[in-house]
């Protein structure tokens, strides 16, 4: 279990499948390496507005759920690995493409993902894929400045 499904457990938030979009819209679209998820929301889709038809509190438990339905479908489309060693901590949220499924459908299954990635997937145009989405990353991020201490 990773340490992002313990701390889960430990919030007592079960993760359920993620919902169907409706119609013919997607749960999510990557670009240029970045996942939006949209059309979430609450299990029972209220109308209204806060302060009229619902109360602060269930306007937050709305927002939770909204937020649990998002994680599910990041569950669903990557997958979660945590890395805790002594040096350091790695967080790797890797997109799930149709042949890694030959290895199986959970976490643990990543490691021989990414070793078959490297040992049969490291080829030129493979890397200039990678190192295209890197440049990308690290453009989009020229300007962040986190709000961390």
Known sequence: MSQIERRLEELNIKLPAASNPAAS???????????????KGPSENPKGKLGSNYTTQEGYEFARQTGIE?????????????????HHFHLWMVPRY????????SV??????????????????????????????????????????
Do not use: C
């Open 25 to 39: 819209y997607t749960n999510f679209v990557i670009v240029n390496g970045l996942m939006f998820v949209s059309g």
């Open 70 to 86: 998002v994680l599910a479908v990041l569950k669903d489309e990557l997958y979660f690995y945590n890395e805790d060693t002594t």
């Open 98 to 105: 149709e042949w890694m499924y030959t290895f199986g459908n």
């Open 108 to 149: 643990e299954s990543l490691r021989p993902v990414l070793l078959h990635a490297r040992n049969n997937m490291n080829d030129d145009e493979n890397i200039k894929i990678v190192e295209e989405g890197v440049s990308l990353l690290r453009e989009g991020m020229r300007d962040f400045v986190s709000n961390s201490s």
